[in-house]
């Protein structure tokens, strides 16, 4: 499912469920799970799973992936990635750097936020606005959990490039519900790559099965264009 989100060179995989039985960590992930409880340890396991099986679609080996002080995976030399995991759902994407600089994955129920208190931590005004009109466009999609999910995604592909946190309201998002994409417009300064300062990030958003799925690529100037990337059209 999330391969529909992303462009070719980024390798992913999917899970709907863990394996029954209990988690068996891979060699040298064992110590990250050691206080962990029971659910985390399944989500965990079958998560880094599925990054093992999207490294495998580069070639890569399989290699124990652990965390850093910030809890984002740590991949192999040259390789990008993004790890994402919800109830029913896990998946990891990853691709090599010398074709994508960033990438940010994220998966949430299709389902409101709660609309007094985290919507109002992560939007702003405008979003709020911008919330209420694609509402009366498509009633059917909970687009304060899209909009949330795309902000988890840009903020995957943030940190790496910058190793620096980005507050909800950084970055302002705004859908493009014909064409399933978003682009996500930084309100601080952004990182520069391959000599060109990032001023936003595009996306795509997918909403099945019960879910919502979004992603988003920095492709390297090389390798074209984004390919979430489309002209401003009408809702």
């Known amino acids: 499912m999330i391969e ?5 060179p980024v390798a992913t995989a999917e899970a709907f469920g863990d394996p029954a039985g209990a988690p068996v960590p891979f060699p040298g992930e064992e110590h990250l799970l050691a206080r ?3 659910a985390r340890r399944r989500e965990f396991t079958t998560a880094r799973a599925c990054a093992r099986r999207a490294l495998g679609g580069l070639g890569v080996a399989p290699v124990a992936i652990p965390y850093g002080t910030d809890r984002a995976p740590r991949w192999p030399a040259g390789i990008v990635g993004s790890i994402t995991h919800c109830a029913g759902y896990r998946a990891a994407a990853v691709a090599r750097a010398t074709d994508v600089a960033a990438l940010g994955l994220d998966a949430e129920p ?3 936020l709660d ?3 985290v919507l109002h931590l992560v939007t702003g005004e405008q979003e709020r606005a911008h ?3 694609l509402a009366a466009v498509r009633p059917d999609v909970h687009w304060d959990r899209a909009l949330f999910s795309a902000k988890e995604s840009v903020f995957k592909a943030w ?6 946190w980005l507050d909800f309201k950084e970055a302002t998002v705004a859908f493009r519900p014909r064409t399933s994409t978003f682009t996500a417009r930084l309100l601080v300064e952004g990182p520069v790559v391959d000599g060109v300062r990032l001023t936003g990030f595009e996306g795509g958003f997918l909403v099945k099965d019960g879910l919502v799925l979004t992603a988003t690529t920095v492709r390297r ?3 074209g264009p984004d390919p979430h990337h489309r002209s401003r059209g009408p809702l």
């Open 115 to 117: 609309q007094t208190g």
């Open 131 to 133: 919330l209420a009109e």
């Open 110 to 112: 299709h389902a409101a």
């Open 221 to 223: 100037p090389d390798n």
């Open 36 to 38: 962990a409880v029971p």
């Open 4 to 8: 529909e989100l992303l462009p070719r």
């Open 159 to 164: 940190s790496p490039l910058t190793g620096r």
